[in-house]
């Protein structure tokens, strides 16, 4: 349909084409009409908007998940991993969940300030609190925008728990904070580490950082004394998942001693996009992996099923799950995991009082 883009326009990206999302009640088709020629069209530069959101607090029910609240200092996510299946939200947008998603950046700089107006509302009740969930917060632009960096001060005054899921090298930047934060029990971090081949990396997580650099950032938070976990996310059948003692062993040689693993998800235009890159890029092995990802999701390529999303089902989903499980009992993971406390916590406003009528 066109939306495939040329690869110079697209270098340092992840995905191959920007397709409009779903919402969208007409299509993006790049057709050159003699005028201009495809080949002089710009390439694809990092954009950032600010979003004036009112709200910071997200909530879900979901019952295979361990929060019910998370914070998402952006919209969109620089490091391009192809396989994110928070691309369909920017189909909400307006935007394609393609090279959209990973150039069209919404940030949140007044995070810090709802999230101190929301903590000290009456009645709230504190539990641990999710970052990372659906976007990096530490992805690139954080450099310039410092939003986690003060959400996590604003955490920290009130005395409430976190857990931080990234692959990036920019958590180290907020040591200072997260190790007093860990002195109290109230933080927890994991790192993503996908794969170990540097070419792999590079080719399926653009602009994430190597996967030396992230067994490097494993190594100095527990040296910080910070409770600090892995997740070999995403499994891909065929692809990566081969890997999958390489990984934890190149792990526990840095000093952690927890992990955890997700199996590939396909939801929405995220199929479309990885069957893209597939094609492109491993050619000779893209029948193959969706050959076995549907043998996981019963013969579908996506099964959203909770419990089942995560690790899927069947015969190549259970042998992912037990291979995992023997590593981690070899390697000793897994036997104890951290606690964060709630006992700390105090609203970091007074409650708003109704004012005398006389």
Known sequence: MGTAVDRERRRGRGTVSNASGRYE??????????????????PFKTAVTVDSTRKIIARNDSPDISFDRSINPY????????????????????????LDFESKLFAKPNAPEL????????????KIMAIGTNTD??????????????ILE??????????????????????????????RDLVKVAISVTTLDARLARTMEPRAPTPPRRLETLRQLVAAGIPTSVLVAPVIPALNDAEIERILEAVAATGVRNA????????????????EWLIENYPDRY??????????????DYDSTFGKRMTGSGPVAWMIGRRFEIA?????????????????????RPAAQQLALF
């Open 75 to 98: 919209r969109g996510c620089e490091h391009g991993c192809v396989y994110c299946f928070a691309r369909p939200t920017h189909a909400y947008l307006g935007l394609s969940p393609g």
């Open 260 to 275: 955890g693993y997700v199996l590939l998800r396909l939801p929405l235009e995220v199929r479309d996009l990885f069957r």
């Open 154 to 183: 604003v955490l920290e005054r009130a005395g409430h728990p976190v857990g931080i899921v990234t692959k990036s090298t920019l958590v180290l930047r907020d040591l200072d904070i997260l190790a007093r934060m860990a002195k």
């Open 328 to 348: 981690c009992e070899r390697l000793g993971f897994n036997k104890t995991h951290a606690k964060t406390t709630t006992e700390h916590f105090r609203p970091l």
């Open 115 to 126: 999230l101190e107006r929301e903590l000290s509302a009456p009645g709230y009740v504190p």
């Open 137 to 150: 917060p530490y992805q690139p632009i954080e450099r310039r925008f410092k939003i986690m960096r003060g």
């Open 287 to 300: 029948r193959h992996v969706f050959k076995l990802v549907r043998d996981t999701r019963g013969g579908k």
């Open 25 to 42: 009640s007409l299509a993006r088709v790049a057709f050159d009409d003699g005028w201009q020629g495809l080949d002089d069209l710009p």
